[in-house]
Structures are given as C-alpha cells and as structure tokens.
C-alpha cells in the first residue's frame, strides 16, 4: 500500500538513476598539494604538542633559580615566578617587594597576598573547569620557581595564598647540578 506520493517519488528516482546512466563518466583528479599541506599541517601540529617538554619555565630576569642534583622531572603545573624584587604570575608583576626582599604590607593581610590570591583563584576556577570538560581530576599544581636567594617567610605567604585559592600541590623549580 503505497501513497500517490511515495509512487511519483520512487518514479522520479528511477527516472534520475536513468539519466545518469547515459551520462560520461568523469574522471577525478586527486589534488596533491592540498592533501599535503594538510598532511603536514598535521604532523607539525603533532610534533609541537607531544614532541616536546609539557611545562616551559622561563625564570624572570636576574632571578637565579636553585641548583639541586634532584633528576626528576618537572610536572605540569601553573607557575609562580618569585624573585628578590617581585612575585610575578601569568607574565605580569603581581606584587613588589622592597629592597630587603618582603613583600608590600599593603598587598599582606596575615600570611595572605591579596591580588595573588585573586588571580590563583580564577585560575583554579578556570583549570577546574577545563578538567572537568575533559572528564579528568583536576590536581591543583603550582610549580614555585624561587630565586635561591628568596627569603623563607616570602615563600611560606605565596604557599599559604596558592593554598587559600585551592592549589594543593607545590613543585619547585631548580636547576639540575651535574654530578
């Protein structure tokens, strides 16, 4: 049982399918040079992403990052940049510290660094959330990158502000020593 419609439907099929039939057949020319950009494209994608170091640390400049004999790897984390002068994240001068190496009272309260802890917290939030998109746990790393000269009581407020904002692990940066 078949409608009017589904028939003239079925006969205008047929009707295309002759057509064709009578028709020359083209033949396809298979454009290399686009098939190879693409082809490169790729593996230049690839080899830039897996082919090299998941974490780029590029200290600050006259910041003198420790030498240790420690050989293993560093893991992928948000990096914290704190030399005598500044405690700088995401390529700009969060907080300036004066010239015997404490940070500006005015950016303290207690051991907390105020516009640190703004933006480690939107940078928790972001990394959380990206995390969460791909389906994996989000580890909550920072990777200190400390002048060896740093004093003590700076690195224990930038720890406790990357802690308040959510960031439970801390991997430090040094200098691999030979020997």
């Known amino acids: 049982m078949t409608t009017e419609a589904e028939q003239a439907f079925i006969a205008r099929k047929a009707a295309k399918r002759e057509g064709r039939r009578g028709m020359q057949e083209e033949k396809a020319i298979l454009g290399m040079t686009s098939l190879m950009d693409a082809i ?100 909550g790393r920072i990777i200190l990158v400390g002048d060896q000269n740093l004093k003590f009581s700076v690195l224990v407020d930038v720890m406790y502000t990357a802690g308040r904002a959510e960031f439970r692990e801390y991997a430090f940066c040094v200098v691999q020593q030979n020997g």
């Open 40 to 139: 490169t494209i790729i593996v230049t994608y690839l080899l830039k992403n897996y082919g090299s170091d998941p974490v780029v640390i590029a200290p600050t400049q006259g910041q003198k990052v420790p030498l240790s004999k420690a050989d293993t790897p560093i893991q992928d984390g948000v990096p914290i940049y704190v030399s005598e002068r500044a405690i700088t994240f995401a390529e700009k001068r969060v907080v300036q510290m004066d010239e015997t190496g404490q940070i500006d009272p005015a950016a303290l309260q207690g051991h907390l660094i105020g516009p640190l802890y703004d933006l480690l917290a939107e940078e928790a939030d972001k990394a959380k959330q990206m995390s969460e998109g791909k389906g994996e746990e989000w580890e």
